[in-house]
């Protein structure tokens, strides 16, 4: 079995009611994180699952267009369908290209490595990476799924859901596999309240790999969740108990501005004062 990044890979959990569709979804998503196409053999060691089984999952997929087999057997990538779905859902969303100037000027005013991200439930996808424009260069991904409860650009994605959706999202949060799983309640429960109050969310080194992230959001003309905007640094960079100060301010500044430019009348909190709690 090869051991996938939990960077690279989105939750797997799933109710057994909906199994079979879980493991349609598990299949795409590897096939989309996968930067070339993928045999039968390739997909079941990944995902440890029988080559059998992801033969007759491939076949049904490959049916329908979701997936799309290579001449003379040579694997597997992304069918027309998901293609489909990715260019209706770029042309329904053209946040890139509307908050662009938003972007441009908050990469030139840090300096710092800029994501844009789109909300995807309790989740959120990597829609837009500017990379730093100092020496420390960071590259993300377009298309990385960014999870919770690790990634503040997640949490951010969580918080501003309504309260019954987050009661509902957080029963399954702690039930998910254990990159993904929320051990403590309280703290993780704390981490939103500070969100709710800040507007911002930061994380020192998260997946352990020597770079860290400081979010906050965007919103649209109805006031609810459009986007997430983040900051990417080196952890060297965050050492202290919270996030310098104007970064935070830059990274504010420029989300409310996004959101006027999405026709949002939002205000955001002024350069905070309190200490969040830690992460």
């Known amino acids: 079995m090869i051991d996938r990044d939990p960077r690279r890979r989105a939750p797997q959990s799933a109710p057994p009611k909906i199994e079979a569709v879980a493991t349609a979804s598990t299949i795409i998503d590897f096939l989309a994180e996968a930067e070339q196409p993928q045999g039968v053999q390739q997909i079941a060691d990944a995902l440890a699952m029988t080559k059998s089984r992801v033969s007759r999952h491939m076949a049904n997929l490959e049916a329908l267009g979701l997936v799309s087999r290579l001449a003379q057997g040579r694997g597997f990538k992304l069918g027309w369908r998901v293609v489909r779905w990715g260019q209706i859902g770029a042309g329904r969303q053209n946040l890139s290209a509307l908050l662009d100037p938003v972007l441009q000027a908050l990469n030139r005013e840090t300096g710092r490595t800029v994501l844009l991200c789109a909300p995807a439930g309790g989740d959120a996808i990597v829609s837009k990476c500017l990379p730093a424009t100092t020496a420390i260069r960071i590259d993300v991904s377009v298309g990385l799924v960014l999870s919770l409860p690790h990634s503040p650009s997640a949490r951010i994605a969580y918080a501003f859901q309504t309260r019954e959706w987050r009661r509902e999202m957080l029963a399954h949060l702690k039930q998910r596999e254990t990159d993904f799983r929320v051990e403590n309640e309280e703290i993780f429960t704390r ?89």
């Open 191 to 279: 981490q939103i309240a500070d969100i709710h109050r800040l507007y911002y969310c930061w994380d020192s080194n998260k997946y352990n790999v020597g770079y860290g992230a400081i979010a906050a959001p965007v919103f649209g003309q109805d006031e609810t969740l459009a986007a997430i905007i983040a900051l990417i640094m080196p952890s060297e960079e965050l050492s202290s108990p919270k996030p310098p100060p104007a970064l935070i301010d830059a990274l504010l500044r420029r989300c409310q501005e996004g959101s006027y430019h999405l026709g949002s009348k939002m205000r955001y909190p002024s350069l905070p004062g309190a200490k969040i709690s830690s992460v």
